[in-house]
């Protein structure tokens, strides 16, 4: 069974910084696509930036320039740097993984979100 764990979100002061990551464990032979969603209180959830197994990094427009996601294929891991936070950035961070390829197939997997709280 593959598992999407997360780590390093927390609070932090507008402008700061926080780095996320989310590991993929289980028996996996490749994994297409990995990201990040959030969900803010009384929100839908929003794509907030994937990146291929080619590396190809897409953003919403409103983390450009402030996000910067990245990925080590050897170690199914993505991440998610932030910078510059705001306020509006608080959120739960749920990491995916897209089309993974396991012992049971093709699947898409979620993490259980990790809390992003950015104090005015």
């Known amino acids: 069974q593959v598992q999407l764990v997360e780590s390093g979100g927390g609070l932090v002061q507008a402008g700061g910084s926080l780095r996320l990551s989310c590991a993929a464990s289980g028996i996996i032979f490749g994994i297409r696509d990995m990201g990040w969603y959030r969900q803010a209180p009384g929100k839908q959830r929003e794509l907030v930036a994937s990146?291929?197994?080619?590396?190809?990094?897409n953003y919403a427009d409103s983390v450009k320039d402030r996000f910067t996601i990245s990925r080590d294929n050897a170690k199914n891991t993505v991440y998610l740097q932030m910078n510059s936070l705001k306020p509006e950035d608080t959120a739960v961070y749920y990491c995916?993984?897209?089309?993974?390829?396991?012992?049971?197939?093709?699947?898409?997997?979620w993490g259980q979100g990790t809390q992003v709280t950015v104090s005015s």
């Open positions: 995916y993984a897209h089309h993974v390829v396991d012992r049971e197939g093709v699947n898409d997997y």
């Open positions: 990146i291929t197994s080619g590396d190809i990094g």
